[in-house]
């Protein structure tokens, strides 16, 4: 590649560009999909991202110096601002939805290049809502190519590995005007190399994970759908493999109370019901201590405590009452762990005991917990799945270029500083926002990590990004807390709005707004319509439900509410998501309009199998029958006994006299 070349220094100076020359990197021709490879003798070709109009910075880069200056006018007013964002979640992707929203004057619209290392925007103040069944994955995972198809804004899936802005050098003389590079890890090179062209860091922060000895090996993060995925996962493993009356309890330890740490062990505690703990640790006397008073107290009340020592809410208390525990809720308050390891030969942790490494299905973590507080004793707990929420990190410091480590500005926190306009000091060209940037309130505290501010931050980036390349001046962020949401549970939540002093929604009522309110918050109209109808739906099936009398049915009530409790529990776990005996799915007879559907199935013959032995389901059998029946069916209802045997259908038996009969009275109904 040759050295740089431009029109006449005039030319660029009558368009509003400094006086310098200009860069432009020759590529070639077609059939690249999109990349094509600069011409290059000193080191080894990379693949160059190409922008929609650079087959007319190309000819520009090699006809500059021959053609008019009225000439070189008319194809530089073709050209379209450049707008690089790295990063697809609240911040990045909603600052490129803001731009193609606003009015754009002439040909001043930008070519907009959104980068994310997943396919999938993730709504992340919802990720809870995947372990209680509430939402699916696509409501609050949309792709981003679904979310952006009726948008110019072109998606590139790839991670940053490398920044080198370079609009820091633009006063110096003999520089490019170029405003930087950026390398992905895919080896693509993508450059905003023109004076128009703007980078917005937008990448967030990543868990920190390994903060102590085991904690990377054994402690899963909660902070992407991956992670999501991967707890539901395990979860699921665990209830299978504990299942049954005799199975010992599953334990979950969940490292830091703050939002995520509470979130966390109400939605997991209120799906494991009775079938396991959740142990909760967090290094400070209190829970959610950044949270409005209305939230935690509405979280302290989720835990359901018979007594609450004062030192939950910020005061004193006796050291022997910093550990609390519920039902299926223990916390460890003033507690920092020290280690994670599995159980070894001679642990003795109270009744954990272990001869060797357990290994398999069995295997145990051990956290050995070590005291925050004077006068608490050292604790050492067992646990089958430990869940890490504490501590991140910004991404920015491991991509700045080796040869200019500090080409960024940061904080100690290794977040980028900006200037009220959201632009990173020194750089002009580049903004940052969300968790990469370093924003304070009016009063010098740092801004929280959340969605809320990245939404708000979003809204001012792309105005400023307008009003940058428009040539009108930028606004200060100024930040309006509109208050606070935690999710606790399915059907429970709390909201603290900061525009009513004092007010603070929980329960179902906090729940619906709280669902409403993120509704309203999805990216696009169209996903907010998809989603909007998807849990209108589900909440009228909840709803049903709700209104349906759990009364029991035949001997249930004889054999007690645990049984039933069991029976319900199995149906849930066969039926992930549903709730239960009385879901309208397993009881088609909620309502009268679902009798009325049932009673116009399209089928002649229905054959009903109950065992004589069976204490539970042979009276819910029954009672089918005589329901279906009395909905006004109008085919045959036929029903089958299994004689001396405690369950229906023999899968297990299929040898045996009642399995051989059943097997041939089945044969007998599909062949009538």
Sequence with gaps: MGPPVGPPEPA????????????????????????????????????????????????????????????????????????????????????????????????????????????????????????????????????????????????????????????????????????????????????????????????????????????????????????????????????????????????????????????????????????????????????????????????????????????????????????????????????????????????????????????????????????????????????DLVLWTVGSQSQILRLQPPDAPYVIPLNGRGQVETEETLQVKGHPRTFAIGDSAALRDPSGKFLPANAQVAFQQADFAGWNLWAAINDRPLLPFRFQNLGEMMTLGRNDAAITANFIEGLTLEGPVGHAARKLVYCLRMPTDEHRVKVGVSWLAKGAVDSLASLQTAAPVGAEAAVGPDVREFMDRTWRFVFPGSLGLDDPNVNPFVTDEARAAVARIPCERVLVCVAEDDVLLKERGLWYARELRASGYAGEIELFESKGVGHAFQFDQLGSGEGVRLQERLVEFIKK
């Design 12 to 383: 660029l100076s009558r368009l509003g560009a400094p006086p310098r020359p200009v860069r432009c990197m020759a590529s070639s021709g077609s059939g690249d999909g999109g990349f094509s490879r600069p011409q290059s003798i000193d080191e080894a070709p990379m693949p160059l991202y190409s922008w929609p109009d650079k087959k007319i910075r190309v000819f520009l880069h090699f006809a500059s110096e021959f053609m008019s200056f009225h000439a070189f006018c008319l194809y530089v007013g073709q050209l379209r601002p450049r707008v690089c964002i790295l990063g697809g979640g609240f911040g990045g992707l909603y600052t490129a939805l803001r731009l193609e929203s606003l009015v754009w004057p002439g040909n001043n619209k930008p070519q907009v290049m959104l980068v994310d290392q997943s396919d999938r925007f993730v709504f992340k103040p919802m990720l809870y809502e995947l372990l209680s069944g509430e939402v699916d994955v696509w409501e609050i995972a949309p792709y981003f190519t679904e979310l952006l198809k009726n948008t110019s804004v072109q998606f590139v899936k790839d991670s940053v590995k490398l920044l080198r802005p370079s609009d820091h050098l633009r006063r110096e003389p003999g520089v490019s005007c170029t405003g930087g590079v950026v390398h992905l890890e895919s080896g693509t090179v993508v450059e905003y190399d023109w004076y128009d062209a703007r980078l917005v860091l937008a990448l967030g922060a990543e868990a920190k994970i390994d903060v102590v000895p085991g904690s990377a090996e054994y402690a899963l993060p909660f902070t992407t759908l991956e992670h999501a995925l991967k707890v539901e996962s395990e979860l699921k493993m665990l209830e299978r493999r504990r299942f049954g009356k005799k199975s010992p309890p599953i334990q979950v330890a969940i490292v830091g109370l703050g939002y995520s740490g509470v979130e966390l062990a109400a939605t997991i505690s209120e799906r494991l019901k009775n079938t396991g703990t959740v142990k909760a640790i967090n290094f400070q006397t209190t829970i959610c201590p950044n949270a409005p008073p209305g939230n935690r107290e509405a979280a302290l009340k989720k835990i359901k405590k018979l007594l609450f020592p004062t030192s939950v809410f910020g005061a004193t208390s006796s050291p022997k009452t910093i550990v609390l525990e519920s039902q299926n809720i223990q916390l460890f308050l003033g507690y920092s762990v020290n280690c994670i390891r599995e159980v070894y030969a001679s642990e003795d942790s109270g009744s954990m005991v272990a001869d060797a490494k357990v290994g398999g299905d069995d295997k145990k973590l051990v956290l050995e917990l070590q005291a925050a507080q004077r006068g608490l004793q050292s604790q050492v707990l067992e646990a």
